[in-house]
């Protein structure tokens, strides 16, 4: 079972950066044994993906909109998932979610919401142009 829970979210210029973190209580197995990602959902618009990360850290995947932009992490003492965010634009305005994937694997990544089992509440950003 995984509770997680974002934060770092907020209103913030064009161009400039934001730093996402999610909290992960988890119990029954280890936190480094999930697969993590993040996603993102605008307002009328699907719920996509924006960054995935594996259980290692050392495998990681970035949607083509965010590439060399955003930079996924994750640090498995503290049970803690990062999303460093910079050079933001008014297109990545949206509710943030950070998620964990059960599947196991060091290296494992996922790019689709369905195969993530839980999810956090979300965390808004907003980018004013």
């Known amino acids: 079972q995984v509770q997680l829970v974002e934060s770092g979210g907020g209103l913030v210029q064009a161009g400039g950066s934001l730093r996402l973190s999610c909290a992960a209580s988890?119990?029954?197995?280890?936190?480094?044994?999930?697969?993590m990602g993040w996603f993102r959902q605008a307002p009328g618009k699907e719920r996509e993906f924006v960054a995935t990360?594996?259980?290692?850290?050392?495998?990681?995947y970035y949607a083509d909109s965010v590439m060399g932009r955003f930079t996924i992490s994750r640090d498995n003492a503290k049970n803690t998932l990062l999303l460093q965010m910079n050079s933001l634009k008014p297109e990545d305005t949206a509710v943030y979610y950070c998620?964990?994937?059960?599947?196991?694997?060091?290296?494992?990544?996922?790019?689709?919401?369905?195969?993530?089992?839980?999810w956090g509440q979300g965390t808004q950003v907003t980018v004013s142009s």
């Open positions: 998620a964990a994937n059960p599947v196991y694997g060091s290296d494992y990544v996922s790019l689709g919401p369905d195969e993530y089992d839980y």
């Open positions: 990360i594996s259980g290692s850290g050392g495998n990681t």
């Open positions: 988890v119990s029954g197995r280890t936190f480094s044994t999930y697969c």
